[in-house]
Every structure is written in structure tokens, then in C-alpha cells.
């Protein structure tokens, strides 16, 4: 009678333990209960909602996603600059353009045709912003760090969406260019702590698992400038993990610097 109770006591402790499995499988889909290695290389979200935590801003949430901040700010109707609050509901759905068509009024013929040659300020500022966008695609970057690559950028599993770098702790942590501080803080998983860059309309750039950050939210900072320390939060070792994302899109950061 004895062995009976032991083994109905077992058989019950298995089905606990299997319960328990089916429970975390199910919440495994849930960004912020991701494991640390998972949020690393998380897949292009484009259903579904997130909840603003405090400390969040739109450039981290949609860095989580693999998401464009700009489509994420029309799908949600948020204006610049982008401001956000805790408990807001962000849509991540892919907004979906269909074909638009207007009805136009007739429009007379003007009795004279009267040719009016562009200004050349118009022409120098389109030029200027396409010699803009050339030279971040082109080159214009900085190494972040004086160490040897540790990881390489791969799309393959293990999928590292930047480099690693080695370093030792306390060693500098340098904006690759120059740009606005958009996020610093800890807030996403496996990143520890984390400073967001803002270059331009398209580029942005990230140093990761730093153990001090020395710029703010809102910080404008010149390329070379020492914006954090070389840490381990949120990994095993002192290093830096280093990201270029162009659109939303993480791109490997050796095609953007200079050669060593």
C-alpha cells in the first residue's frame, strides 16, 4: 500500500512537471519573458501589441522588434518627438499601403505658359542631403572600440545582429558617429546596459553591456566622443556588442568601418 502511494505521488509529480513546461512554452512568446540568448536575435515582429514599460522609448521598443521607428510612429499615430508613456499599448502590426486614388477637379490652361527654373538653394539642399546619406552608407564611421572581434555579424544560427568586440572593464566606449542619444538604460533583455544612437533619418547604432554610461536621453555627441564604459551587464564576459541597423534593419557594421 506504501509502494502504491509512492508511485501515485511520483506519477502526480510528473504531471506537475509537465503542466509546468506547457505553462512556460505558452508564455515563452511574451518579448519581456524571453530568455536572454532569444531576445539577442529576436524575429522581425509585425502582429500584435507591446505595453510601454517605464524607461522604454519608441527607438528601443521597435530596436526590440527589428521594427522601423518611423513606421511604428505612423501605425500608432505618434508624433515627433515621439514621446510614449508607461501602460501605452504600441500596435505592431505592419501598416499596409493600398493604392490610393483621388478624383481632381478640371483645371483651365493658363492663356501663357510661364517656365520657372528651380532655385538653386533647392538643388544644393537635395544634393547635400544625398552626400548626407552617402557618407553614412559609404563610410563617416568609427571604430566603437579598440578590441578584437570577438563574434562577427551572422544571419545564421547563432544569429548575432552585430559585432562583439573584447575589451577589458572600464575601457572607452566611443559614438561610431555622430548623433542624438535616443535611448541609455537597461531596460532591454540580454542587452544590459544599453545606449541607442540616432544619426540620421535612416542610421542608427547601439553599444551594448556597457558598466557605466556617461551620455543621457536627449545628449547630442560628436563621432570618437567616450559616451560609456566597456562592462558585462547582461553577459558573461567584459565586451561590447555592437549593432548599425539602416530603416529597422540590423546590416553588418565591418561594411560601414574603416579598415584596422
Known amino acids: ?32 519573458r524571453v530568455t536572454v540568448t532569444d531576445l539577442r536575435s529576436p524575429p522581425k515582429v509585425t502582429k500584435g501589441q507591446h505595453i510601454v514599460h517605464s524607461g522604454e522609448t519608441l527607438y528601443s521598443i521597435a530596436w526590440l522588434y527589428s521594427r522601423d521607428f518611423r513606421e511604428l510612429a505612423r501605425k500608432n499615430n505618434i508624433r515627433s518627438p515621439y514621446t510614449i ?44 542631403a544625398a552626400q ?49 542619444v535616443v535611448y541609455a538604460g537597461s531596460d ?11 544619426h540620421n533619418s535612416s542610421y542608427l547604432s547601439a553599444y551594448a553591456h556597457n558598466r557605466d ?16 564604459e566597456i562592462g558585462s551587464t547582461g553577459t558573461t564576459e567584459p565586451k561590447l556588442h555592437f549593432e548599425i541597423r539602416r530603416d529597422g534593419k540590423p546590416v553588418d557594421p565591418m561594411g560601414y568601418l574603416p579598415g584596422r
Open 1 to 32: 500500500m506504501k509502494i502504491a502511494l509512492i508511485n501515485m505521488s511520483d506519477c502526480s509529480k510528473k504531471i506537475l512537471f509537465l503542466i509546468t513546461c506547457l505553462l512556460t512554452v505558452s508564455c515563452s512568446h511574451d518579448p519581456s
Open 85 to 128: 508613456y508607461p501602460g501605452q499599448k504600441i500596435n505592431l502590426s505592419i501598416q499596409r499601403y493600398g493604392a490610393v486614388t483621388a478624383s481632381v477637379a478640371p483645371v483651365s490652361r493658363p492663356k501663357k505658359t510661364v517656365v520657372i527654373s528651380n532655385p538653386p538653394v533647392k538643388k544644393h539642399t537635395a544634393k547635400s
Open 132 to 180: 548626407k546619406s552617402t557618407s553614412f552608407s559609404s563610410g563617416g564611421w568609427q571604430w566603437p572600440a579598440s578590441g578584437k572581434i570577438i563574434s562577427a555579424y551572422s544571419l545564421q544560427t547563432p544569429v548575432n545582429k552585430g559585432i562583439d568586440i573584447g575589451g577589458k572593464l572600464g575601457e572607452p566606449v566611443k559614438a561610431a558617429a555622430s548623433g542624438e
Open 188 to 198: 532591454l533583455s540580454g542587452y544590459g546596459r544599453l545606449i541607442i544612437l540616432k
Open 213 to 228: 554610461l556617461l551620455v543621457n536621453e536627449g545628449d547630442s555627441v560628436k563621432a570618437g566622443q567616450k559616451i560609456a
